[in-house]
């Protein structure tokens, strides 16, 4: 049992001759409950990594792991002070399962899996970790661009990435990790971002093109970073996948959301040339795997899997837990 004072919107642990004088203000609280709930578990040291955290802070540490029903969310989520989740889905459902939650924590980049106004109209925080799986992502949209040049694998002539153009759709932590790999490898590097100054790319040696249209047209590689949300969802259509030259290969570690589906098949069927890879299975991936070796997509999303980027995101979603219960750090906050 713990006295806390709730006056300043977050809550510090206090003594009890402090909790006499400000009675009306403080509140008796059971120790905090902090839940990791992921379908695709972190990997085992990054969980220790996280309970060690959450518990030298003085909380209690709960996991839910690999659940198969949404039901299981909802009991483990239903005492839970706060959350740490990846790409699980939280619903207006989960908030309302969960009557004591203060803060959710989404260990990556991408928070489209969160709903942010069920958070919002009940107070509760909403953060993401930005950076943190960032190189794990880079290096494996380097890698399926080299998978895709060498024909999957298969035996026969492919070609090689340098010299070859590649143009990054989204210059954020991702999309320059990417530049710079890409650069290191003999590339010539693109990039188009609507919200990056032109003169910042440009000083890091990227090229940017006037237009997204230009950047398709330009690139034999286009290399997706941008975040699934109404502008972006089904973006990625026909008239912009047919600029791309012979032989041209989207790279998609992003969402598949922001794919148009049935315009990629149109495309992959259309032009014998024009290659899709992705670590996010589309829904008509059925249909698309007659395309192979074209086509490639993950069994899983492979993105962020990497000992270094589970560790990196797990910890960076539990100190800033207690940072926010702590000193009320809302760094990171998605829904202000
Ligand atoms: C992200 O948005 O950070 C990535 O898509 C990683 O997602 P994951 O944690 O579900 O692998």
Redesign the pocket.
């Known amino acids: 049992m713990e006295i806390r004072d709730v006056r300043f919107g977050f809550e510090k642990k206090i003594d009890k001759e402090y909790a006499c004088v400000f009675q009306d203000q403080i509140k008796i609280y059971n120790k905090m409950k902090v839940l990791v709930a992921t379908e695709?578990p972190f990997s085992a040291a990054a969980v220790n990594g996280i309970q060690k955290i959450v518990e030298e802070a003085g909380y209690n540490f709960a996991k839910l792991e690999k659940y198969t029903d949404v039901q299981q969310f909802y009991d483990a989520v239903a005492d839970a002070d706060a959350l740490i989740v990846?790409?699980d889905k939280v619903t207006k459902e989960v908030i309302d399962h969960a009557k004591n939650l203060k803060i959710v924590v989404r260990?990556?980049?991408?928070f489209d899996n969160l709903d942010l106004a069920a958070c919002t109209a009940r107070g509760i925080v909403a953060m993401n970790t930005p950076g943190q799986?960032s190189n794990a992502?880079a290096e494996l949209a380097i890698g399926m661009m080299i998978y895709m040049a060498r024909n999957t694998f298969k035996p026969g002539t492919g070609c090689e990435l340098k010299g070859k153009r590649v143009g990054i759709q989204a210059y954020g932590n991702v999309g320059r990790l990417v530049a710079e790999k890409a650069k290191a490898l003999g590339m010539e590097v693109w990039a188009f971002d609507p919200f990056v100054p032109t003169e910042k790319m440009e000083a890091e040696g990227v090229h940017v093109p006037a237009t997204l249209e230009e950047l398709y047209a330009h690139c034999d590689y286009i290399s997706l970073h941008i975040p699934a949300n109404d502008q972006t969802k089904n973006s990625i259509n026909y008239a912009l996948l047919s600029k791309m030259p012979k032989g041209g290969c989207l790279v998609n570690t992003a969402r598949k959301e922001v794919i148009n589906e049935a315009d990629m098949e149109k495309m992959l069927a259309e032009r014998a040339d024009f290659k899709y890879v992705t670590d996010i299975a589309p829904a008509n991936a059925e249909a698309l795997a007659q395309f192979a070796p074209r086509f490639f997509a993950t069994p899983k999303?492979q993105?962020?899997?990497t000992a270094e980027a589970n560790m990196n995101?797990g910890l960076a979603a539990a100190r800033q837990i207690v940072g926010f219960f702590k000193d009320g750090c809302t760094k990171f906050q998605v829904n202000k």
């Not at 260990?107 to 991408?110: E, K, S, T, Y």
């Open positions: 695709k990846r790409s260990a990556g980049a991408g799986n992502v999303k993105g962020a899997e995101a």
